[in-house]
């Protein structure tokens, strides 16, 4: 399985010609860097919360309208899609399928905290590939050999995504949810702080940037 990360929360999972797409929200494409035709056409589309930075309705027609991409989501998200005029189909924490060839597992995992009421949360994990969306919930999670890890947010410290690191033992972590910092301080996050910590921990930690890949047996 091929992986690539597209700003932000934004992860496709490539494999046997096959494409999935994870949380393709507005930060992903708020600057300009990136357009819904850089991705192109994929098979289906995971959806963790409501969120704007993980949901955009707009952006979301714009994969369905090149082909045939369908949606996968927990209801509260799908009512928002009807609203909308998009269709989807619905999961729900602990359903665990096969979908395209990709083996996938969906787990409750409650928004972290937030100063305003926080919306329902899943987690999906994808053949080895766990991305909590905005949750350090680890207790619900399994081991994983590649984490996707929240960095930051009005939510997220680092210390608390270091303590699920911890419990889940990854091979690879990837680091996701990191739109709202400026380069120059994560340079300082990921050289200084989180790349040494793991490695003493015998993890890898890999920074991929824009459209940049890795692959995950």
């Known amino acids: 399985m091929r992986i690539k990360k597209f700003l932000h929360s934004c992860l496709l999972l490539e494999k046997d010609g096959k494409r999935l797409l994870i949380d393709p929200g507005a930060f992903s494409f708020i600057e300009g860097k990136l357009k819904p035709e850089d991705i192109g056409p994929v098979d289906a589309i995971f959806i963790t919360h409501k969120h704007l930075d993980h949901f955009d309705p707009s952006v979301l027609k714009k994969f369905v309208s090149f082909g045939s991409a369908k949606i996968y989501t927990i209801e509260e998200i799908g009512q928002l899609l009807k609203a909308a005029g998009l269709s989807y189909e619905r999961i729900q924490p602990r359903d665990e399928f096969l ?78 949810h990191d739109a709202i910092i400026k380069d120059f301080m994560l340079s300082r996050m990921y050289d200084v702080m989180l790349k040494p910590a793991l490695a003493e921990a015998n993890i890898d930690f890999r920074v991929l940037a824009l459209n940049e890949e890795i692959q995950l047996e």
């Open 99 to 176: 979908l395209n060839g990709f083996r996938v597992k969906v787990y409750s995992a409650p928004h972290g905290r937030l100063p305003i009421p926080v919306p329902d949360n899943i987690a999906i994990k994808i053949d080895n590939l766990l991305h909590p969306g905005d949750s350090f919930a680890a207790d619900v999670f399994e081991h994983c050999d590649l984490l996707a890890l929240p960095i930051a947010g009005p939510w997220a410290t680092l210390n608390d995504g270091m303590a699920m690191t911890a419990r889940l033992k990854p091979k690879i972590v990837i680091p996701i």
